[in-house]
T-cell receptor
Framework: GAVVSQHPSRVICKSGTSVKIECRSLDFQATTMFWYRQFPKKSLMLMATSNEGSKATYEQGVEKDKFLINHASLTLSTLTVTSAHPEDSSFYIC?????????????FGNGTRLTVT | AQKVTQAQTEISVVEKEDVTLDCVYETRDTTYYLFWYKQPPSGELVFLIRRNSFDEQNEISGRYSWNFQKSTSSFNFTITASQVVDSAVYFCALSEKGNFNKFYFGSGTKLNVKP
């Protein structure tokens, strides 16, 4: 089955620093990837849709200058949390769909647990 | 309004019991897709099943079965003879033909299976 790899799985950083999270599709090409955020004991919240070769599409209320997304190739999307603050601490998960069918399921990475001190 | 409702926040059962996780959805699209995902304590979401709106056939996969009822807009998930390894948070999700890249997730049901 489709595999999505996410790195790092866990990161602790100090307030004011930036953190980059990588998401790779390992055995398929993904022109579109999705970045979600999950708060403890909560559902997944779509942050943005990452598009290869063009700008990401952000959901309402998500600061695009805060959460920089770059989709440089058909297998790699990165999310950079800039000038991180403790309220950015969360579980970030990327996903991608294998194939272009509209009913293709999302395949998720292992997630990145970000802690900002 | 919530597109996907999972009314059961948390369920606890004893091993070998059967358990049903409820999922009710809302959409105006005539073509849509429903999914179930499992999120174990490790955090990774694992895809379990997809159902197209035009395919009302129910499905069984080992101890797992899914009951899709268009008349009640429900897509329930039953685990037969539950095991401790089934302990996880289960999410139901919906995508619509009109905007199929947008997934609507329910709030999840945490299943605790005790030995």
């Amino acid at each position: 089955g489709a595999v999505v790899s996410q790195h790092p799985s866990r990161v602790i950083c100090k307030s004011g620093t930036s953190v980059k999270i990588e998401c790779r599709s390992l055995d398929f090409q993904a022109t579109t990837m999705f970045w979600y955020r999950q708060f403890p004991k909560k559902s997944l919240m779509l942050m943005a849709t990452s598009n290869e070769g063009s700008k990401a599409t952000y959901e309402q209320g998500v600061e695009k200058d805060k959460f920089l997304i770059n989709h440089a190739s058909l297998t790699l999307s990165t999310l950079t949390v800039t000038s991180a603050h403790p309220e950015d601490s969360s579980f970030y998960i990327c996903s991608a769909r294998e194939g272009g069918q509209e009913n293709s399921p999302l395949h998720f990475g292992n997630g990145t647990r970000l802690t900002v001190t | 309004a919530q597109k996907v409702t999972q009314a059961q926040t948390e369920i606890s059962v004893v091993e070998k019991e059967d358990v049903t996780l409820d999922c009710v959805y809302e959409t105006r699209d005539t073509t849509y897709y429903l999914f179930w995902y499992k999120q174990p304590p490790s955090g990774e979401l694992v895809f379990l099943i997809r159902r197209n709106s035009f395919d009302e056939q129910n499905e069984i996969s080992g101890r797992y079965s899914w009951n899709f009822q268009k008349s009640t807009s429900s897509f329930n998930f039953t685990i037969t003879a539950s095991q401790v390894v089934d302990s996880a948070v289960y999410f139901c999700a919906l995508s619509e033909k009109g905007n199929f890249n947008k997934f609507y997730f329910g709030s999840g049901t945490k299943l605790n299976v005790k030995p």
